[in-house]
């Protein structure tokens, strides 16, 4: 199956996952409310970039930008290479966040706590790597390219870490057309929701 399609992979035990295909229309944000549990999911399922960041030993925490793969089991897929500190820091301490970005104006942001691991399914890594470069090109890979990226994944020592969410904080979009219509701008508060609640029946 193409990645433009989704790709069947398998987890280690056995059963399979699919990676969710790029999407065409990213979910945007409201403007004038929260986002409900369901939207939330929504907006990281159909988006592609965030920052992916760990604790570092000695320092705060650091953050670099990747692409991400959504499954639709709700894992978060990502290819790195193994002399990284992101797998190194997986290892050592799995619990990892994950600052999801918008790409459109007023932008929004979403960060998803997860537990990380690192897995050793060379098939979906293979998968993921296809699909990444589907996202950075807008164009889907022929399946006959995948002999060339698994050895590109193994000349780099690529490795694949599995991100499972348990939590989410967003960060609303704001509009500011003028300086002066500060009284116009909505502000409310948000807070962290376990990655699977449910749309509450008075939310919307």
Not at 84 to 91: F, M
Request: net charge negative; aromatic share 6%; proline share 6%.
């Amino acid at each position: 199956m193409s990645a433009a399609n989704g790709v069947t992979s398998q987890e280690q035990d056995g059963a399979a996952v699919r990676l969710l295909p790029l999407s065409k229309d990213p979910y945007q944000a409201p403007t004038d409310r929260d986002m409900l549990p369901s939207e939330r999911r929504l907006f990281v399922g159909t988006h592609r970039t965030c920052i992916f960041g760990y604790g570092r030993q000695s320092d705060g925490p650091a953050m670099s930008v990747v692409y991400y793969i959504p499954a639709e089991n709700g894992d978060l897929l990502v290819a790195t290479m193994s002399d990284r500190a992101k797998s190194k820091a997986v290892a050592r301490n799995g619990k990892v966040s994950l600052c999801v970005l918008d790409e459109t104006w007023p932008f929004a942001y979403l960060q998803v706590y997860c537990d990380a691991v690192i897995d050793d399914d060379d098939e979906t890594l293979v998968d993921v790597m296809m699909a990444v470069a589907e996202r950075m090109s807008g164009e889907a890979l022929s399946q006959d390219l995948r002999p060339m990226v698994r050895a590109m994944g193994e000349e780099e020592g690529r490795v694949l870490v599995r991100c499972r969410p348990y939590s989410t904080f967003v960060t609303p979009p704001r509009h500011l057309h003028r300086n002066d219509q500060e009284e116009r701008l909505t502000h409310w508060v948000s807070a962290s929701m376990p990655w699977d609640a449910l749309d509450a029946p008075d939310q919307g």
